[in-house]
């Protein structure tokens, strides 16, 4: 049996409290790797755990995923990009209530139909989002709270 790796993460609660280091458990899953009819190890991440109201039982059908590899305004790309987790599946079919810690980062700059929704949980990875995740810190926060501040949420 495979191990179960956690690494660090960031969470932004969407109750409004102040955003925090959590461990966000991997687990392995085995992909099929077309050219060479084998299948590759990757892992798949869990933080459906962290986020309040998701549909139980869709594991990954019920989250997506957002990679942000530059800042507006850089050159070059980052060397350890982020990846943010957010919700899309809610236990009831409502809408997941609009992230109170980002809506107060974002400030003037605020706008409801591209607000980010339900708790969102931030990583980091080398090469592949999901095979190289690596520990998140809270030094990480700065750079976050820039790219948060000017994006809204993927549609």
Known sequence: MDPTYTYDAILFPSDGRQPSLVRLMTSPMMTPHHSTFTTVSSRIPHPEVYMDYIAEGLGPRAWKYHLVEALDGMNRKFTNPYIIFY?????????????????EIQARAFKEEAAWRGNIIIAKYRDNPFSSMMDT?????????NYLMTHGAPR
């Open 87 to 103: 919700p899309i599946v809610s236990r009831d079919g409502m809408p997941f209530p609009v992230n109170k810690s980002i809506r």
């Open 137 to 145: 810190s809270m030094a990480d926060f700065a750079i976050l709270r």
